[in-house]
């Protein structure tokens, strides 16, 4: 199994701040890693493909990069609609996700 | 705009089977391209892969599932199912079906559903 490692495990940051999430695969993944909100009592949502790729319609503020083991999303400039939880997830061998970096507003 | 939608019994008493169908609804299952999963989110936790089919039956699962689970698809309804076995209260989650894109090496989960709790409880 490949193992994803989120971290922080939760992040509290102030509108306008730039937020930067990492995410570590147990082995090399290539590029091969998609990044997902998650808010509040709702499914998640594709936010960026192939490590660094914006899915069409999502904010420019949100930015992935990286590749083999270590990933990064950042939102340059935090919004109050942005909170929620982020998730990496692998598809190099099977599906994994990591385990949530949960974004508050400070 | 597809859109899918989780149904089934939201309390399922330990040792029984769980079964869930996923309706989809602005695009069909048949037109191929794309595979079907289905994904839970136990309590305040990450997120786990269950496993996936393909509109003309072909599947597969996450190992550590494998020997309990079953997915099934009625492409003349336009759903597919989730079958669990022998559940416990570890089992607990909410599930969710999504459609799996793929493109070259590229695979994605999009759209979901809603989300469905299932409770093992007796």
């Known amino acids: 199994d490949i193992q994803m490692t989120q971290s922080p495990s939760s992040l509290s940051a102030s509108v306008g701040d730039r937020v930067t999430i990492t995410c570590q695969a147990s082995?090399?993944?290539?590029?091969?890693l998609n990044w997902y909100q998650q808010k509040p009592g709702k499914a998640p949502k594709l936010l960026i493909y192939?490590?660094?790729n914006l899915e069409t319609g999502v904010p420019s503020r949100f930015s992935g990069s990286g590749s083999g083991t270590d990933f990064t999303f950042t939102i340059s400039s935090l919004q109050p609609e942005d909170i929620a939880t982020y998730y990496c997830q692998q598809y190099d061998n099977l599906y994994t996700f990591g385990q949530g970096t949960k974004l508050e507003i400070k | 705009q597809v859109q899918l939608q989780e149904s089934g019994p939201g309390l399922v008493k330990p040792s029984q089977t769980l079964s869930l169908t996923c309706t989809v609804s602005?695009?069909?299952?048949?037109?191929?391209?794309?595979?079907w999963s289905w994904i839970r989110q136990h309590p305040g936790k990450g997120l786990e892969w269950i496993g996936y089919?393909?509109?003309?039956?072909?599947?597969y699962y996450n190992p550590s599932l494998k020997s309990r689970v079953t997915i099934s698809v009625d492409t003349s309804k336009n759903q597919f199912s989730l079958k669990l076995s022998s559940v416990t209260a570890a089992d607990t989650a909410v599930y969710y079906c999504a459609r799996e894109g793929v493109t070259g090496t590229t695979h994605w989960f999009d759209p979901w559903g809603q989300g469905t709790l299932v409770t093992v409880s007796s």
């Open positions: 082995q090399d993944i290539s590029n091969y």
């Open positions: 089919i393909y509109y003309s039956g072909s599947t």
């Open positions: 602005g695009g069909s299952i048949s037109s191929g391209g794309y595979y």
């Open positions: 192939d490590a660094s």
